[in-house]
């Protein structure tokens, strides 16, 4: 059984996230109605009681106090049904040490993957025992818009850095707040870029310790407090 590929393309940054229901380890939920005014975070495994996965959702679980702090609300996804999520869970939190209570989307259709273009179409053995294909390591950012403001695609083989994903929430809020932009590598507490809708006669208000490196790279130290 094959899947096909998405007749309206692929979700872009800037799209606004798919809404739909469905049934999750936690109960059925409407994902927008979830995500309510938080921002929040998807991301899916290609199947449950898999190595890399367990690994994964074990990481996010323990990290979810940080991600709560920045109101955001994470949510998984695994080609499996409910009960099979919340038998996972039980393995997730004894090999991790974590306590996952977010929930799991139960997606075995791959309906869900679909609409989010997470199928896996690079590793054509990648199938359940119906032959129909498993999802990849998508990972979507979306805001209280519910607009998506980031989407990594990690292959089946390869584990996400959870800190990565932090650190990408960190850089769009305060981009969002600050009317700023962030460099390469950046972390909370390193200078950041004064955004170029921004003037110079601008940005001496609004960052008085700015510094032009060229005339379209003019770095400075945030004041987070405002």
């Known amino acids: 059984m094959s899947i096909p590929k998405p007749e309206n393309g692929t979700?872009?940054?800037?799209?606004?996230?798919?809404?739909?229901?469905?049934?999750?380890?936690?109960?059925?939920?409407?994902?927008?109605?979830?995500?309510?005014?938080?921002?929040?975070?998807?991301f899916s495994h290609p199947d449950d009681f898999t190595p890399v996965c367990?690994?994964?959702?074990?990481?996010?679980?323990?990290?979810?106090p940080e991600f709560a702090k920045r109101g955001v609300k994470l949510i998984g996804l695994s080609a499996n049904d409910a009960g099979?999520?919340?038998?996972?869970?039980?393995?997730?939190?004894?090999?991790?040490?974590?306590?996952l209570t977010f929930p799991i989307i139960?997606?075995?259709?791959?309906?869900?993957?679909?609409?989010?273009d997470m199928?896996?179409?690079q590793d054509a053995t990648n199938v359940d025992d119906k032959g129909v294909q498993f999802t990849i390591r998508s990972v979507f950012i979306i805001d209280?818009?519910?607009?998506?403001?980031?989407?990594?695609?990690?292959?089946?083989?390869?584990?996400?850095?959870?800190?990565?994903?932090?650190?990408?929430?960190?850089?769009?809020?305060?981009?969002?707040?600050?009317?700023?932009?962030?460099?390469?590598?950046?972390?909370?507490?390193?200078?950041?870029?004064?955004?170029?809708s921004v003037s110079n006669d601008e940005a001496k208000t609004l960052f008085p310790k700015f510094r032009t490196i060229k005339p379209y790279l003019r770095l400075t130290p945030l004041d987070v407090s405002k």
């Open 54 to 64: 367990t690994t994964e959702l074990g990481a996010f679980a323990k990290l979810e």
């Open 84 to 99: 099979s999520h919340r038998s996972w869970i039980k393995d997730i939190d004894e090999v991790t040490g974590s306590k």
């Open 119 to 121: 199928i896996d179409y």
């Open 144 to 196: 209280p818009k519910k607009t998506i403001r980031l989407i990594l695609a990690y292959p089946a083989s390869t584990g996400r850095n959870t800190a990565e994903v932090l650190r990408v929430i960190d850089s769009l809020q305060t981009g969002d707040k600050h009317r700023v932009t962030t460099p390469i590598n950046w972390v909370p507490g390193d200078d950041v870029i004064v955004h170029p």
């Open 11 to 42: 979700l872009r940054l800037g799209s606004k996230a798919p809404n739909f229901t469905a049934d999750t380890s936690n109960g059925p939920i409407t994902f927008h109605d979830y995500i309510g005014d938080s921002w929040a975070v998807l």
């Open 106 to 116: 139960a997606d075995p259709t791959r309906e869900i993957s679909l609409k989010f």
